[in-house]
């Protein structure tokens, strides 16, 4: 039987600009399988969101990872708190448990 480590698979969904700082900010939480794959959103600008000024990316970049559950809730909160990602348009990040996924 493993032992738990509470491992969890970890996703980041941001402009394509951005790659870089948000892959070293992963391995500063000592993130490992670290992998990133490039998107285009969907979304379309409105004329609501430009009325609004809303800078609308549809160049997208997902970078996955595996992280401890600890580094995970304190990447969330640095995320939120340092980045903003609590805000509309700045980023996607969430979690979801793998421990008990098996073979």
Request: proline share 1%; with cysteine; aromatic share 12%.
């Amino acid at each position: 039987m493993l032992e738990n480590l509470g491992i969890q698979y970890f996703v980041i969904i941001v402009n394509r600009n951005d790659k870089k700082k948000y892959c070293e900010l992963a391995k500063e939480y000592h993130a490992f399988g670290i992998q990133v794959m490039y998107a285009k959103g969907s979304y379309e600008a409105s004329i609501l969101s430009k009325a609004f000024g809303l800078n609308v990316e549809r160049k997208k970049v997902f970078i996955t990872c595996l992280l401890h559950k600890n580094d995970a809730i304190r990447l969330i909160e640095t995320l939120n708190n340092v980045y903003h990602f609590d805000k509309p348009n700045t980023g996607v990040a969430y979690s979801i448990n793998i421990e008990s996924v098996g073979y």
